[in-house]
């Protein structure tokens, strides 16, 4: 696997070496500007899935690349747009090679599926995501049997999808 950057998938120690998040996001905003909230899901679909940083990640991140002067950022709309530089250009010009070392490890390491098992397991992902928001969305509304019944719910499908990942020839458990 991608050395230098200790590069690896969710489960499996670290995303990426420290530092290197802040070319993804660069990188991004080359494109064109976004908010906070745009970065996750733009960098998620990048990664088909497979990775959403959080915003823990992304925000001190932006404010990094703020305070190096390689970003900017202006209120719009109640929401904080961020744009590169032109010395955040630079920069990200002057690390081409890290960059590019970055994108080949994201394309190659996202490549192990096919792309029909990995807009599956994208799926799959964003149904976990939405049942989580259901839960947390309604969570002052449950009382503390409905909350029990969730779990036990949920306790079992841990269970289930665990033996179908354990049995699965193929899984690298």
């Given amino acids: 696997m991608f050395q230098r950057h200790g590069f690896r998938f969710w489960g499996q120690d670290r995303m990426f070496q420290k530092g290197d998040f802040k070319y993804l996001i660069l990188d991004l905003l080359r494109d064109k500007p976004y908010y906070g909230y745009e970065i996750i899901r733009e960098l998620e679909g990048r990664f088909h899935g497979f990775y959403s940083p959080s915003p823990g990640t992304v925000y001190p991140t932006l404010q990094y690349l703020e305070d190096m002067g390689y970003v900017t950022s202006n209120q719009q709309d109640g929401k904080r747009i961020y744009t590169i530089t032109e010395q955040g250009l630079k920069f990200l010009d002057d690390q081409k090679d890290v960059v590019n070392e970055i994108k080949s490890q994201m394309r190659n390491d996202g ?63």
């Fill in 111 to 173: 490549g192990f599926w096919s792309s029909d098992l990995r807009n599956q397991f994208h799926d799959a992902m964003h149904e976990m995501r939405d049942l989580g928001r259901l839960v947390a969305q309604r969570a002052r509304r449950i009382n503390g049997e409905n909350l029990r019944k969730i779990r036990d719910v949920l306790g079992e499908a841990y269970k289930k999808i665990e033996k179908i990942i354990t049995e699965d020839p193929n899984s690298h458990v």
